[in-house]
């Protein structure tokens, strides 16, 4: 088949890639950054500045774990789901300073007063039976205190347990949904008992939001798109490009494409310019498909009984960046020897002497912590097709 030669008003037809500098930061010559540095740097000093990071309720043990799971949140929306823009240069720099503001404010949220007699509410009743259970027990002789903080503190255990969940799943809103839901719990007890954050803590959290909102870029919506278009630049062929384009647009979007989708796809697209038969598009269909598979590794070839279908590549969605990797492999191990040191401490939401509810908490937190590991080591699972 000979190559053609597109027309202007059919390049104006081929999908184009979305215009993702218009929000965020984009480097360093964009003064944006400016204002999101200033931002986070004034949510750090005014945060600081509440009363809650004295000698008598913050302590050193607490700042540990709040540290590690501020870690985790930042890398998590900023190098897992690209939510603050590509991770790199300026944004690189943004992205690290992001995490002592949250830190401050996690330590405000999800922290519990030191000293047991000034503990309040359900989390603080939670504090003060780990304490005795720990005690009683002697669990304090085996493990170092800034580990055994994290079970002493259930704000923080909750935060980074729904964390855990959070991350595994595959959308970014339900990531989110999740990380808002964990807060909530520890902030509704937060503000309904003294001490209650200062008026400067309020004024840092709202410099954070305001920095948060200015660096705001859904990157990751466009990771896919521009890896696909970049992988398609060798296609000289202007009607394969488009063929190609438009199958692997389908199958991102639905998580798959059928082999009928496939055939449609070539038939509406050459039928424009040639009169071909059934078993010529369904050459030209397979020639595509085997390129796509083998060549630009953009999709994957899967079959089972139902026929065979093309699912996306899964590093068409990934940036090259090892924070990436970073963020996925200190939330797994991070989580990892939480659950299994949980499995072996006397500390138990129910107490084990409950039928059936004692060991509901033992059975959660081991599903979270095997939950991490299910992306590296099951089979990617081919969607279910819609029906009509």
């Not at 501020?70 to 300073?97: D, K, M």
Request: proline fraction near 6%; charged fraction near 20%; hydrophobic fraction near 45%.
């Amino acid at each position: 088949m000979n190559a053609h030669t597109a027309s202007p008003s059919e390049e104006k037809k081929l999908p184009q890639p979305r215009n993702f500098l218009s929000a965020g930061v984009i480097n360093i010559g964009d003064p944006k950054w400016i204002f999101v540095a200033l931002c986070y740097i004034a949510a750090i000093a005014l945060m600081g500045q509440d009363p809650w990071y004295g000698d008598k309720q913050f302590t050193y043990n607490q700042g540990i774990f709040v540290g590690i799971l501020a870690i985790l949140i930042v890398a998590g929306f900023c190098w897992e789901s690209y939510l603050l823009g590509r991770p790199n240069g300026i944004n690189l720099i943004l992205h690290c300073l992001l995490i002592v503001p949250v830190a401050l404010l996690i330590g405000r949220i999800a922290g519990l007063p030191a000293s047991p007699e000034t503990s309040y509410g359900f989390l603080g009743k939670l504090k003060d039976y780990a304490l005795s259970v720990t005690d009683a027990v002697g669990f304090g002789n085996i493990v170092p205190d800034w580990i055994q903080d994290v079970f002493r503190n259930p704000g923080i255990l909750i935060l980074i347990l729904f964390t855990a969940i959070a991350f595994t799943q595959q959308k970014a809103n339900r990531r989110f949904a999740l990380i808002v839901v964990a807060f909530l719990i520890p902030s509704m007890q937060t503000l309904s008992h003294d001490p209650r954050p200062s008026l400067t803590f309020g004024i840092g959290f709202l410099a954070l939001l305001a920095g948060i909102g200015t660096q705001y870029s859904r990157y990751g919506d466009l990771v896919g798109e521009q890896n696909i278009l970049n992988r398609l630049r060798t296609v000289d062929d202007r009607l394969e490009l488009k063929c190609s384009l438009r199958i692997s647009k389908r199958a991102t979007e639905d998580g798959y494409i059928s082999e009928d989708g496939v055939l449609a796809v070539i038939q509406r697209e050459y039928s424009k310019q040639f009169e071909l038969e059934p078993l010529a598009i369904r050459g030209i269909a397979q020639s595509i498909s085997h390129r796509l598979v083998r060549e630009h590794r953009v999709l994957e070839l899967h079959g089972d009984e139902r026929g065979f279908f093309l699912i996306p590549y899964p590093a068409i969605f990934k940036i090259d960046s090892i924070f990436d990797e970073i963020a996925m492999w200190i939330r797994k191990i991070l989580l990892t020897v939480i659950v299994l040191i949980w499995l072996i401490s006397p500390i138990d939401f129910f107490p084990d002497s409950i039928p059936i509810l004692g060991a509901i908490d033992d059975a959660v937190i081991t599903l979270v912590g095997a939950g991490q590991w299910l992306d590296t080591f099951k089979r990617r699972q081919l969607p279910v097709p819609k029906t009509p």
